[in-house]
């Protein structure tokens, strides 16, 4: 038994310690308010018993010097892993790890994480300083967010690695190695994977910013046209825009005369899309025509077989001998989200279609597959150069806009590398998925 007034000493450095232990928790979560609270009631509480029992004379006439029987009492902290010897005037003479309580919980090098713990808990448990729970966190790589720790998991413990191998054989420490290695490759596949979703997340807003899918986005895309016209001629369209006296070009509100194929079948009110031929190409054995839709006009009226048409949309200039069609209305379509491809389509490519120097951000290109390989609108193909094998580092990526039975037209969408050529390799990435 400790002295009466060695008891009551001891009593309150004991109630001190666990004031302070409480007082870290509320540091912990921020509880200003029941910190405050509780320093006000341990002051309040100190000095009611001092009064009480009549002690302080007794205390100011204490010598520092006078010799006390030192006694051992097992203390437990918050959690229970800390033995401390207390002599009677309950001052810490030592205070470290219990080793044999630590080695109870943790084996072959790990501790395998329990419920309710804490990364604050176990650095108070383990080094005796909640504060270095940092230190558990840096050895410990697989643990992306500190403040997510999950039961069964292991835990690789600051100065506990050494005392496990003096226990451990080899073959659990490779083991543990393994499955750390093994927690490793998911955090990164978690990462690859949340890449992905963000990349996809990306490629949506652009394509929504850039208007891609409406009437006239699909309208003004380039394809390739392999029909002939009443003349014979591999062009499209009804009717040709006549030349004027005034002017060989035409924008936007202006009036001119479209000579009209015998069977047209217009009336005044029509409206018709107005074709410009870049070039003719060579495609798979056929002569084929680069064509692209330049504008789009209303008629007016009609004598005869030649109409006066009104231009109410310009994405060019028109020139005469540019050749007019019915317009066939495209829907347009709502992206709902982009999502990876789930199926495995290649092709290549065949021919940019603005033939700058160098390729650039929404310029577009023709590819070797159509509908009759399963290529959709808005599938989103990767451009690797080199006309053999493909290559790890993608050039582009590339969104198609227009789909016909043995071609497509794609159009960039982001640039990896500064050149896509005649030839360049394409694979199915991901696909645009609509409303």
Known sequence: ???????????????????????????????????????????????????????????????????????????????????????ETGADLQAEPAVQDITRNVSQGKYIIKRWDTLWDLSHQFLADPFRWRDIWDINPHIANPDLIFPGDPLVLPGMQAAAEETSPESSKQQFSDKTEGLESEKADDNDAQKGIEENRQLRRTLISKGFFSPQHMAKAAFLWFDKDPKGKIYPGIGVVDMCKKTTVYRQFDEFPVSLYVGNNCVAGDTLDIMHSDRFVKFEQQTANLIRRTGRAVIQSIDGGVAVVRLIKAWDLIRCRDRVTKVNHSHYRSISDVADAGAALQG????????????????????????????????????????????????????????????????????????????????LAKRVQFN
Not at 9 to 20: D, H, R, T, V, Y
Not at 31 to 44: E, G, Y
Not at 376 to 404: H, W
Not at 411 to 417: C, E, F, H, L, P
Request: net charge negative; charged share 25%; with cysteine.
């Open 1 to 87: 038994m400790l002295p009466a007034r060695n008891n009551r000493i001891f009593i309150a450095a004991k109630g001190l310690n666990s004031i302070f232990e409480k007082l870290l928790l509320y540091k912990r979560y921020n509880d200003v308010t029941n910190a405050h609270l509780l320093i006000q009631v341990a002051l309040v509480g100190f000095l009611a018993t001092g009064i009480a029992t009549g002690q302080q004379d007794e205390w100011e006439d204490w010598d520092d010097t006078e010799s006390f029987e030192t006694v051992d009492i097992e203390e437990q902290d918050g959690a229970g892993m800390l033995r401390k010897n207390v002599d």
């Open 348 to 427: 290549k490519v065949f021919q940019r279609i603005e033939q700058t120097e160098s390729p650039f951000l929404f310029q577009s290109f023709l590819a070797d597959v159509g509908d009759k390989d399963g290529v959709r609108m808005g599938d989103i193909f990767m451009v690797y150069p080199g006309k053999d094998e493909i290559v790890t580092e993608p050039s582009a990526l590339a969104c198609v806009v227009n789909v016909q039975h043995g071609s497509s037209t794609l159009s960039i969408v982001k640039m990896y590398q500064a050149h896509i050529t005649d030839g360049d390799n394409l694979r």
